[in-house]
């Protein structure tokens, strides 16, 4: 029987859980057994968050919680619960008590910021054409173009939501900054991961997504958390 803890991995706006995909494998090929990823439907945090618990809740064992993006403030709000033994943060959003993602934005905004755009409804949208040179430019074009027209977009009001108590206060934690990141400005992931103190921080020369252009140092972190 494995020893390792259940890995779930969160993801963030502009995807769902397959954004993890080059992850998921290399995790397995490690000998992690038991992997679940949230598909949460970027309707609130709080909505988010509660997804994120039913999935914690289904693990009798440890859990690792792993976010990229906005999939850091629903680890940061759900990550509270007993059985969750440390969080992982990709490119993530760390959010303290009273925090909102527009507050910690507004410090360093991102590069490609003018590359989001609200639909009727409400929902935020990067540009179809521009989303290869804002999330994910050190990926090849084919993938993408599969991100870019399968992109799940967030309600605006996520933005606002102002988080709680933070569970990176009390649970171990891991931060990789993507040094050329233009979703989140690199600096204000440096500004979060400090302030969390966490066990290691480490930097890769990656756009936001570092979950799919740089599965194996990410791996790499986790496993380390996991031996922890």
Not at 62 to 87: C, F, K, R
Not at 111 to 131: C, R, T
Not at 157 to 163: G, K, P, R
Request: hydrophobic content about 45%; charged content about 20%.
């Amino acid at each position: 029987m494995s020893t390792k803890p259940t890995v779930l991995l969160v993801h963030g706006f502009w995807g769902g859980a397959a954004h993890w995909a080059k992850v998921i494998v290399e995790l397995r090929k490690r000998g992690f057994e038991s992997l679940l990823a949230v598909e949460n439907p970027l309707t609130s945090l709080a909505d988010d968050a509660a997804r994120t618990r039913q999935m914690i809740n289904q693990v009798a064992g440890p859990v690792l919680l792993a976010g990229h993006s906005y999939g850091g403030a629903v680890i940061t709000e759900a990550g509270d619960l007993p059985n969750v033994v440390g969080l992982v943060y990709v490119a993530a959003f760390a959010p303290d008590a009273g925090e909102s993602l527009a507050v910690i934005s507004a410090a360093h905004p991102a590069v490609a910021h003018d590359s989001i755009a609200p639909d009727s409804d409400g929902h935020l949208w990067i540009a179809q054409e521009k989303f290869h040179q804002s999330f994910c430019q050190d990926l090849p074009e084919d993938e993408a173009l599969v991100m870019a027209v399968t992109q799940k977009a967030p309600l605006g009001v996520t933005f606002a939501a102002e988080a709680s108590r933070p569970a990176w206060r009390a649970k171990p934690s891991w931060y990789q900054v993507s040094t050329e990141d233009r979703m989140i400005d690199p600096d204000n992931q440096r500004r979060m991961a400090a302030r969390m103190n966490p066990r290691r921080t480490i930097e890769l020369a990656s756009s936001h997504a570092s979950l799919a252009s740089h599965p194996v140092e990410i791996v790499d972190l986790i496993e380390e958390a996991s031996r922890a």
